[in-house]
């Protein structure tokens, strides 16, 4: 009661198994050469070296002489009103708007995550390896962060605060 014709369609099982394959490839590459160039910014006007230590962050604008200095979240007792609890700092990143930044992300000890949620920004600090993102930031503001990697027992304690001006 079948018919032998039907169930041999090989030839229309490969046009229809190559053709989607193609138009997915003619697809994908004009969009991985788009993304490849909105990744990367030659030329930017800040790059600034984060390191995770244990606990704190380390800054670096290394265009600027070298100016190191170590972010500490804020405890309880010096905290003003209006700060936000376990996430402002001692040190705040300050950057202007309008300008694009490279940050180089690295670690000293364990693995970490430099995450800004609201720039839309994520990085793994990994020991041994630099990592690099790049941002423009178009509205003023303060942005906070965190460390969004288990790196520890006390790893949602490293805060990170971007101050953004014109």
Known sequence: ??????????????????????????????????????????????????????????????????????????????????DLRLLEVDNRVVLPIEAPV???ITSQDVLHSWTVPSLGLKTDAIPGRLNQTTFTATRPGVYYGQCSEICGANHSFMPIVLELIP
């Open 1 to 82: 009661l079948t018919n032998t014709n039907i169930t041999d369609a090989q030839e229309m099982e490969t046009v229809w198994t190559i053709l989607p394959a193609i138009i997915l490839v003619l697809i994908a590459l004009p969009s991985l050469r788009i993304l490849y160039l909105t990744d990367e910014i030659n030329d930017p006007s800040f790059t600034i070296k984060a390191i995770g230590h244990q606990w704190y962050w380390a800054y670096e604008y290394t265009d600027y002489g070298g100016l190191i200095f170590n972010s500490y979240m804020l405890p309880p007792l010096f905290l003003e009103p209006g």
């Open 102 to 104: 490279r940050m180089m």
